[in-house]
């Protein structure tokens, strides 16, 4: 499978209550329809909005739709030239059995400046698992272009994260890895933010009650500025 860009993420089982809940926020589901057994989950309704405007919903949550809901452990990139996609695809298999699945308790937060879905605590095994991810398919990775590099700066980053950026492609890893699922985009009024902390509240409270289980998944971007997509695992 070639594809414009790869990712691997930590998504709940789509047999979970979150998934189909979240697909319903985002306004899409990531798992094509034919990899779903038996049609997939059944399909929930969406968030109560109350006095948020639909079309204004949609907006703030544009990009998050795009990238599918997930947690990021290694963000998208480029196949590295001479790397081949059959050998990542392997790869993310033998390193989806291996890690099998973690429980981690989510709530929701918004703390990093958009709303998410974050760790209640700070569980070490999520840093650990992003790092073995970062690690293990960074052969896989291209360097990142100029133009990739000029865009990850217009974000102030402290010197350690352009350090990472250079290293790994991306700012947030290691020491600086932050775990969330985004749910919305960053939004800068204070009146929105609160009305979708309070929206987000209602929709995905009783899928939080106990710790959810996470497991390791393979994205791809099929084409640059499309969907991403999950790769169902070999």
Do not use: N
Not at 44 to 71: C, I, K, M, N, Q
Request: glycine share 6%; with cysteine.
């Amino acid at each position: 499978m070639s594809a414009h860009r790869y990712a691997i993420y930590a998504v709940p089982p789509i047999d979970h209550p979150l998934w189909p809940l979240a697909c319903a926020w985002l306004g899409r589901d990531p798992v094509p329809a034919a990899s779903l057994p038996d049609g997939g989950p059944a399909p929930v309704s969406p968030p109560d909005l109350h006095s948020l405007e639909a079309g204004r919903f949609r907006v703030l949550t544009r990009d998050a739709a795009r990238y599918g809901f997930h947690g990021t452990l290694k963000a998208p990139f480029r196949l590295a030239v001479g790397a081949d996609a059959g050998a990542l695809i392997e790869e993310a298999g033998r390193f989806i059995r291996r890690i099998g699945r973690i429980r981690i308790p989510l709530a929701i937060a918004d703390d990093l400046g958009f709303t998410a879905l974050r760790p209640v605590g700070t569980p070490p095994v999520l840093a650990e698992l992003a790092a073995a991810a970062v690690r293990t398919f960074e052969p896989f990775r291209a360097p990142l272009s100029p133009a990739e590099r000029a865009r990850r700066l217009k974000s102030p980053l402290s010197p350690r994260q352009c350090a990472l950026l250079d290293q790994w492609g991306y700012p947030y890893v290691m020491d600086e890895f932050r775990f969330h699922m985004t749910l919305a985009d960053r939004c800068d009024d204070p009146s929105e933010q609160a009305a979708l902390r309070q929206i987000a509240e209602g929709h995905f409270g009783p899928a939080l009650a106990r710790p959810v289980p996470l497991a390791v998944s393979l994205f791809v971007e099929p084409k640059a500025g499309s969907d991403f997509v999950m790769v169902p695992p070999l």
